[in-house]
């Protein structure tokens, strides 16, 4: 048994190294590659994919997953076991050929996307849209669903979630967020993040980035911080991570608060568990939780009045003038400003769960054939006048603004919202695990945290799914709740609606 196990572990590594070459590439391609070699590097990029798709679909593989499930394995291994074989069923049921459209697809859609969205033409994307929402109801076909198309597409994602159980859940948000988001607009005296504007050098804010990172415990000989156009983390292995961010020099928001967000998803990729680093029970347990722990870092430790009190004075040290006369007080205010606008990437965490209902609702709708393509930029008008008040003034700043379609990405928004749930789920557990929790941060001891983090929910790797592991770590199943609750309170205080 152990030599069938041993087989099948070595297949498995097989699959994940060119999956890490793949990763590679593509981090190359967002921070060092030459614009003339997109072509060349889709290339490359399409041959890794089809032989990691004939990899996964071999019989050899599919014969040691038979054999080992009527092997009795325990814990680790036989998630490994189990996670493979859910893997492998997925794409055992997509046809190569549909493998290969949607590599070919995307590819063109998302050169298509890019000039559409800097000219502002809907019509150079449409058409390419309507093709990949073609091949991505095809999929979804081929995979199989009890309930409606949209789950075989989010289970990709988030193993196990189902659209209808999803949106009453985000329901449930939506109706805690609009009344306070009504509160919140006609509050008086509202903070304003001035502070954090004027003229910030590039250099200044990457030693500030380098120290928030390096406070957090993201360790710099196993990860690398870069810059790219769009933030984002790929981890190879828990011993080589890296992170990307942005900075503007009129403002420190978004580079201060991309460090801290790609930041925590890099300490989840640094502690996945180091045994099973190369196999499927190595990885994170889903994307929710994946965006779970950036927004942890993100919002709940780097938005929070503890953290500012910290934060300050390191950034009095850099800007003395700018920041040496704020205090904590006025540094939290300026970074929790509430604002309802049109771009998701710049919302506010009161605001920013919106912008992923409305667009699970558009994605779902599609999917489902109750919505037609040509209808979107239009629908998206009114979604967004509907819960945010806004007027869309172009499809640049409305339904062109991501780039998730133009990938083929359907279902992968509604994780967004779940990191945001889950999230604030397990720093409430934290904070009851932790009773110095506030005047550790307040200090700058962000340890104990990391630690804690460590044991409940990164070294679990996908031993269970998120689901479960939110049960596991909190002792109740995903709620909206801490959610609303963590708002009500931050944002009651900081905009005086309690009285
Ligand atoms: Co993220």
Redo the contacts with the bound molecule.
Sequence with gaps: MSETYDLFKNRVGEVHDLGAAMGLMGWDQEVYMPDKGVAARARHRSTLAALIHDRIVDPGLGELITRLQNVQLEGFEAANVAEMKRQRDRSVRIPRQLVADLARETTLAQQAWVAARKEDRWELFSPHLSKLVDLKRQEAEAVGYETEAYDALLDEYEPGAQAAQLADLFTEVRQGLVPLLADIVAADNPPTDALCRGDFSVEDQDRLGRLVLANMGFDFESGRLDISTHP??EGLDPTDVRITTRYQNTCLLEGLYSNL??GG?ALYEMGLPMDYAGQAVGQSASLGI??SQ??LWENLVGRSANYMNWLQPQMAEIWPSVFGKASGDDLWRAVNVVQPSLIRTQADEVTYNLHIILRMEIERALIAGEVEVAQLPSLWREKVRHYLDLDVPSDTEGVLQDIHWSFGLFGYFPT?AL?NLYASQFFAAAEAALPDLGAQISAGQTAPLLAWLREKIHSQGLLHQAGDLCRQVTGQDLSAQPFLTHLRQKFGQIYHLNG
């Design positions: 984002f983390t967000h790609e998803h994946h965006e950036s927004r967004y990191g």
